[in-house]
């Protein structure tokens, strides 16, 4: 298992490489010179010059990529073009509470959503397995900041009963956990459902009931384990999804995380920020993806790492 972690993690280094070539090809391709933008409309020719040299925007591309890619390697993300702020302490700042907004909608709709594919696949053909399709589709497409809205009117404007931005307690997480989730609880659902109808054919599961076990015991211990290896696959893409999705739900709500820094980037073309941002959510993306692998041995114990 140790070995195969570690094949893995060498392997995401070329992967990673690649990465590098499109984000830094994208952030250069943006509309836009960042020196213009930070120098301010009033600034003069020489000024902006001067800014872009600075900088180090005179250099060819490929100089600037390889500066790029050199600091990668050393960690050393730079500064940001806009404030100064080395662009570590911002990210840094600002992980914790995107983390905590994806895990906390992760979990809620893991939960609805293995309960709805597994109440669905239970009921297959019936009037309650429509029923929950119907709701896991409307939870798909419903858009996240519409759905946000409606709940911070109803709950913060009408009801008082949360705050409409920000994270300052807890219950700050209730709503945009909520926005944010819905959709991965809806996918859950369907992906649920549909692996445990393959297993419940299978003929292990009917010698299961002819032994006389509950249903209980024979959908959630038997069946359900058996189905988890997809359903862990689609967990970790969500997951993945949600730390590099959740800037439009960190925008209504004025979420101080990740997605926020990115935007604000963006309208000002702070490289130094975009491509950090970019490159940190791709790794994410390949580290969640190489633990839902390393799961996998885990759930079954008939699986073995070369």
């Known amino acids: 298992m140790a070995n195969y972690f570690l094949r893995r993690l060498m392997a995401m280094i070329p992967v990673l490489v690649i990465i590098s070539i499109f984000v830094f090809g994208f952030v250069h391709a943006l509309p836009g010179d960042p020196a213009r ?3 301010g409309e009033d600034a003069t020719l020489a000024d902006v010059e001067a800014l872009r040299q600075r900088l180090g925007l005179n250099d060819g591309l490929l100089l600037q990529y ?3 890619l050199k600091n990668l390697v050393t960690f ?3 500064n940001s073009l806009r404030t100064g702020e080395p662009v570590y302490d911002m990210l840094a700042r600002a992980f914790m509470p995107t983390f905590w907004l994806s895990f906390c909608a992760l979990a809620w709709s893991l939960v609805a959503g293995l309960f709805i594919g597994v109440f669905s696949a239970t009921r297959h053909g019936k009037a309650a397995d429509r029923l929950g399709m119907v709701v896991a589709v409307s939870g798909i497409s419903m858009p996240n900041f519409w759905l946000g809205i409606l709940l911070m009117q109803l709950f913060s404007l009408k ?3 949360l705050g409409t931005s920000g994270f300052e307690t807890a219950s700050d997480l209730i709503l945009p956990s909520i926005t944010l989730g819905t959709t991965v609880a809806a996918v859950m659902a369907r992906f649920t459902r549909s692996a445990l109808i393959e297993v419940v054919r299978e003929d292990y599961i009917r010698t299961a009931r002819a032994k006389g076990l509950s249903a209980r015991i024979v959908i959630w211990k038997h069946a359900l384990r058996n189905a988890l290896i997809p359903i862990v696959t689609m967990i970790g893409l969500q997951f993945g999804f949600l730390l590099g999705g959740s800037i439009v ?3 209504v709500f004025r979420w101080p995380g990740l997605g926020s820094v990115l935007v604000e980037a963006i309208y000002v073309r ?5 491509q950090a941002e970019l490159m940190l959510f791709s790794f994410e993306f390949l580290l969640i993806n190489l633990v839902a692998d390393v799961l996998y041995g885990f759930i079954n114990p008939a699986i073995r790492y070369k």
């Open 37 to 39: 933008i930070m120098a």
């Open 66 to 68: 390889f500066t790029f």
């Open 76 to 78: 050393n993300l730079g």
């Open 159 to 161: 009801l008082k009963w």
């Open 249 to 251: 739900i960190e925008r």
């Open 270 to 274: 702070d490289y130094a920020v975009i």
